[in-house]
């Protein structure tokens, strides 16, 4: 059995025992941290093993901090997850065998190793036993309500908050029109506007109004038939003196390939819009080189960029607090199901293309 397992740091200790318990077991055991006795936060890695367990990746989790009952909380927010907090075998045992639970969690300050390792086995050896239990979780799945995400997110990333926009969100329906095609809404052609938003706020602190900035794309003619024209656009905030407000030089070049460019103005802490497939925009607003020397630059990215087959393959990391969870529709608007992608996730430098960089000041 595929088992993933982590911890916070007054976790560590009996995380460790479990792991290596397990692989004398013979299970395959995913260990993702944490690793140091350095304090960390539980909610971090119990939605690690919850987003493990959700996506298949793992058949069961196990989480530990101080109570368990934190980290079980925080594993149990992933959609999908059962986590459940035990202390005794039978609980351990039944919550399986009737609730379906996927995540056990301990506590270190509550149990102590043989006792730990009784309730890991009691958690994997019991199996689900279906009929009346089954009606339950279904009962209980018609009380929960799918958590879709609003119009923007908040985002924590190196101690900063910034607004992730959903661009997904069913309530952008403000327009924005482009003449020959009436009908366009930020829903559907925002792009370039809330990707224009995210870095002046990286850049300035400054929270614009989507809805105003989509305006002032209009009036400049930066509203094209595919949505923002960028260079348009950020021509017209030039020329209407509103560049040293957003705090960004911009030198009227737009649409580069220059990857040097690209990392110095990153470097800098300037920003970038950019392209990582062809037809849609993201903003670029960090850089950094991976352990084995690859240039990385961090995409904060409104629709669902790290879940598109052009795009996922070159993912290399996620920022956990940037999950989304939004609405599939059919061609008639109709909500069919709902799926989640991240926000922001690190991807190689060559990737981006045609990108307009904007230079702190």
Not at 44 to 59: F, H, N, Q, S, T
Not at 259 to 270: I, N, P, Q, S, Y
Not at 287 to 300: N, P, Y
Request: proline fraction near 3%.
């Amino acid at each position: 059995m595929k088992i993933c397992i982590g911890c916070d740091h007054r976790g560590l200790e009996l995380k460790n025992a479990i792991a290596k318990y397990l692989r004398e077991q013979e299970h395959e055991v995913d260990d993702v941290g944490t690793y140091t006795s350095d304090r960390t936060d539980y909610p971090i890695y119990g939605a690690k093993v919850g987003r493990a367990v959700a996506e298949g990746r793992a058949d069961r989790g196990i989480v530990v901090c101080g109570t368990g009952f934190g980290i079980s909380t925080a594993a149990s927010a992933i959609p999908g997850v059962r986590a459940v907090c035990c202390s005794d075998v039978y609980t351990a045992s039944m919550t399986r065998r009737h609730n379906r639970a996927n995540v056990l969690a301990m506590g270190s300050d509550v149990v102590g190793e043989r006792l730990a390792f009784r309730l890991v086995d009691a958690f994997l050896g019991a199996s689900f036993e279906g009929g009346k239990h089954s009606e339950r979780l279904e009962m209980l799945s018609k009380l929960k309500q799918t958590p879709v995400t609003g119009k923007a997110l908040s985002v924590f990333h190196n101690g900063r908050e910034l607004l992730l926009y959903n661009q997904r969100s069913t309530k952008w329906t403000y327009p924005y029109e482009y003449a020959p095609c009436p009908g366009g809404t930020l829903k559907n052609s925002g792009c370039g506007i809330f990707s224009l938003c995210e870095a002046v706020e990286f850049m300035r602190g400054l929270r614009l109004r989507p809805e105003e900035v989509a305006d002032f794309s209009v009036s400049v003619g930066g509203r094209c038939d595919d949505g923002t024209d960028r260079p348009m656009l950020l021509k017209g905030v030039v020329e209407k003196g509103l560049s040293n407000e957003y705090g960004f030089r911009y030198d009227l070049d737009g649409h580069l390939n220059d990857h040097d460019k690209l990392w110095e103005c990153l470097e800098e802490g300037g920003t970038a819009l950019c392209n990582l497939r062809v037809g849609h925009i993201v903003t670029l607003i960090g850089c950094r080189v991976s352990a084995d020397g690859e240039k990385q630059v961090l995409a904060m990215d409104c629709h669902s960029e790290s879940q598109d087959e052009r795009v996922c393959k070159y993912v290399r990391e996620t920022v956990p607090d940037s999950l989304i969870t939004y609405p599939i529709e059919n061609e008639s608007g109709v909500v069919t199901g709902y799926a989640q992608s991240y926000g922001m996730f690190w991807v190689p430098l060559t990737l981006p293309k045609d990108f307009d960089l904007l230079h702190k000041l």
